[in-house]
């Protein structure tokens, strides 16, 4: 058996998630998951404009179904995407996330890229809705 060894950044956003729960009336909405390992992750935002006029990520939340890394990372783009531009929000990668939790073991990076996917979904389900 394998031993997965992760930084204590991903065991406290494990342990204590923030922005974690549902935006009943959110603007944005991405799903994503990943049929390997079956993590699902849900990721809502609302957005508002700031003082410039230009869009914001004003609030944001996720529920997500799977390990520990899924759930830390789901928690560590909410963080990483509040109160940033849609275009600042949309250059988050998998690795920002990854950096932001003090490094990913190796068999589990498909998680962070799963958390940057799901905000630029809920990100184009935003301009869908809109542009409609």
Not at 119 to 128: G, N, P, Q, V
């Amino acid at each position: 058996m394998t031993t997965i060894t992760y930084s204590k950044k991903v065991i406290k956003e494990f342990t204590n998630p923030k922005n974690m729960g549902e935006i009943k009336d959110a603007d944005g909405i991405g799903k994503v998951g990943n049929p390997v390992c079956g993590d699902v992750m849900w990721l809502y935002i609302k957005v508002g404009k700031n003082k410039t006029g230009k869009e914001i990520i004003t609030d944001i939340k996720f529920k997500t179904f799977g390990c520990a890394a899924a759930i830390a990372t789901s928690s560590m783009i909410t963080q990483l995407a509040k109160g940033k531009t849609l275009a600042e929000a949309e250059k988050i990668t998998r690795s920002d996330v990854a950096e932001s939790l003090k490094g990913l073991p190796q068999v589990k990076m498909h998680c962070s890229n799963l958390a940057s996917e799901a905000l630029k979904k809920a990100i184009e389900d935003y301009r869908e809705k809109r542009n409609n």
